[in-house]
């Protein structure tokens, strides 16, 4: 553990706890600095859980999650993906994230900018969603060599995560918490797509591709390890109830 890691926890509280919230775009810069130097020594965590040999056992999942922290405001964690699998299509309802490959090879990064969206339930409870959507330029972020990724409650939280390259490791900070209920928008929760082409390929006048997302049920192919985390002292007492 060194002490990186504890000033990037101090500076995402206060970053998005309320009480600072006249000097969140500072804040956030400064977080988005801070996270640009993270590596998975900073965490405190085995180097086996982004190598190869863990990923051949035969029953080890696509993916490992490993909870780092959560409390009202924000929630940290680590996801390990597979060489060569894709984290699928999901949302961040009206959250700021920041994302931090930290160790092994790299990912590639596909966003999404809602446009607009249709939603209704139909008669057997299920809902139907679509949203139409605005194609971001792909992004590869390999461990230590490049800034960290940012969506924000409006543009580029939509979107799916390649590992290539190797096993790759990246650490998140997402506020609020899916689980969290803020006003109008109630309690989240992380929903999953599929990209529908637009007729001519999506394309517009300005040059930027569009296409619509289709909300589907959790893709069976996605499904997670876990991982105990040791929880340094600073952190203690710092999470709250929901």
């Known amino acids: 553990m060194t002490t990186l890691f504890a000033r990037i926890f101090r500076q995402a509280k206060v970053t998005f706890e309320q009480?600072?919230?006249e000097r969140f775009l500072s804040n956030l810069q400064n977080l988005r600095a801070l996270m640009d130097q993270l590596t998975l020594d900073d965490l405190n965590l085995d180097p086996a859980v982004v190598s190869q040999e863990t990923?051949?056992?035969p029953t080890k999942a696509p993916c490992t999650f490993i909870d780092i922290f959560e409390n009202n405001y924000f929630t940290m964690s680590v996801f390990v993906l597979r060489e060569n699998y894709t984290m699928p299509l999901h949302d961040h309802p009206r959250m700021h994230g920041l994302l931090r490959?930290?160790?092994g090879g790299s990912v590639k990064i596909q966003s999404f900018t809602e446009i607009d969206r249709r939603e209704e339930i139909q008669r057997n409870g299920d809902e139907l969603r679509h949203v139409l959507v605005s194609v971001e330029q792909e992004r590869v972020i390999s461990a230590g060599k490049?800034?960290?990724a940012m969506l924000t409650p409006t543009e580029r939280n939509f979107h799916e995560i390649t590992a290539i390259g190797g096993p790759a490791a990246?650490?998140?900070?997402?506020?609020?918490?899916y689980n969290a209920d803020i006003p109008v928008y109630g309690k989240r929760t992380c929903s999953f797509y599929r990209k529908l082409l637009l007729p001519g390929d999506g394309a517009t006048n300005d040059g930027r591709k569009r296409m619509v997302l289709e909300k589907i049920p959790t893709p069976d192919h996605y499904y997670c390890d876990t991982e105990q985390y040791d929880t340094p002292e600073f952190m203690l007492g710092s999470a709250t109830s929901e």
């Not at 990246?170 to 918490?177: A, G, H, K, R, V």
């Open 19 to 21: 009480a600072n919230a």
């Open 55 to 57: 990923f051949q056992q």
């Open 170 to 177: 990246f650490f998140d900070i997402l506020s609020p918490p």
């Open 146 to 148: 490049a800034e960290c």
């Open 101 to 103: 490959v930290v160790a």
